[in-house]
Every structure is written in C-alpha cells, then in structure tokens.
C-alpha cells in the first residue's frame, strides 16, 4: 500500500474527521487505488499531445474574459437582508469547529 494508516489519520484529522476504524482502512484502500490510477496515467506519453483547454491563456481577440469594472458594494443593509440572524452588521452562524 502507498498510503498509510497513519496518513489517513492524519489526513482526517485535518479535515476534523472522526473516522473508525472500518472507515479509515476503506478509505486506505480507496486511497491506495486513487494513487495506483495516477501511477498508470503518469506512464502515458503525452509530449507531443497538445492541451484541449486552459482556464487563463494568451488569446488576443479570441479572449472570452470581460475586462475589470469598478462597481459600488451592496452594502450590509441590503447583503444582510435575507439572512435568517445578523446581528451588528455580520452574519450570524452556528458554530462549526469546536476543539
């Protein structure tokens, strides 16, 4: 196996994961099989491929990105409008990580 018990751990703690045991050697696995995949697509010779697509490129005319435009700010009044609790001017959000 490429990845460890530890790595998955470690991993899932990043993410604030509590993961069983039966969770953490299913996704060893999973893992595992992930990297495995990537080993086999790294063989693949692709020098002489050109690339389908790129998110940021130099197109001149062709370019579809709109250029930067300064605009006013919603503000808070309006921003906070639907929120189910504001409070002071800022959202109010339950709270997510506890440690």
């Known amino acids: 196996m490429k990845i460890t018990e530890r790595e998955v751990r470690y991993v899932a703690d990043l993410a604030n994961l509590a993961l069983t ?19 086999r697509l790294n063989e693949i010779q692709t020098s002489g491929v050109e690339p389908m697509t790129q998110v940021v490129y130099e197109a001149g005319e ?7 435009r300064e605009r006013p700010g919603i503000g808070s009044e309006l921003a906070l409008a639907n929120a189910p609790l504001a409070s002071h001017g800022y959202f109010k959000v339950p709270e997510v990580i506890k440690r």
Do not use: C, N, S, W
């Not at 039966?22 to 990537?38: C, N, P, T, Y």
């Not at 062709?62 to 930067?68: S, V």
């Open 21 to 39: 045991d039966d969770e953490v050697r299913k996704f060893q696995h999973d893992l595992d099989e992930i990297l495995a995949h990537m080993d």
């Open 62 to 68: 062709t370019a579809t990105l709109r250029p930067d």
